[in-house]
């Protein structure tokens, strides 16, 4: 069992930053992929960012290519998601998951992840 709680999200103006983290608890961090998904009011939870046990292999969806970057620290259980240039339509709330792998391949489908965090509220204003 894993647990994920997220941290960092709030309210921010368009073209501002966040910062979101990930802290695990439970098990070697360091097995695990991770990724971030979100999930706006009235919407499927969608795909944003994951990345693969090592931090070498990241994939994007193409909404936040560009704007976003994911990365990891395995020695502090962590995953990190720094937004920049955020907009409106970033505004969900962005769940942190885990998923046992040691492959290079990065997750991609909400199914295909086993530990999902509470969520953070993330609140873009135009």
């Known amino acids: 069992q894993v647990q994920l709680v997220e941290s960092g999200g709030g309210l921010v103006q368009a073209g501002g930053s966040l910062g979101l983290s990930c802290v695990a608890s439970g098990r070697t961090f360091s097995n695990y992929a991770m990724g971030w998904f979100r999930q706006a009011p009235g919407k499927e939870r969608e795909f944003v960012v994951a990345?693969?046990?090592?931090?070498?292999?990241?994939a994007y969806s193409d909404s936040v290519k560009g704007r976003f970057t994911i990365s990891r620290d395995n020695a502090k259980n962590t995953v990190y998601l720094q937004m920049n240039s955020l907009k409106p339509e970033d505004s969900a709330v962005y769940y942190c998951?885990?998923?046992?792998?040691?492959?290079?391949?990065?997750?991609?489908?909400?199914?295909?992840?086993?530990?999902w965090g509470q969520g953070t509220q993330v609140t873009v204003s135009s």
């Open positions: 990345i693969n046990w090592s931090g070498g292999s990241t």
């Open positions: 998951a885990a998923k046992p792998s040691q492959l290079w391949r990065v997750p991609h489908g909400p199914l295909e992840y086993d530990y």
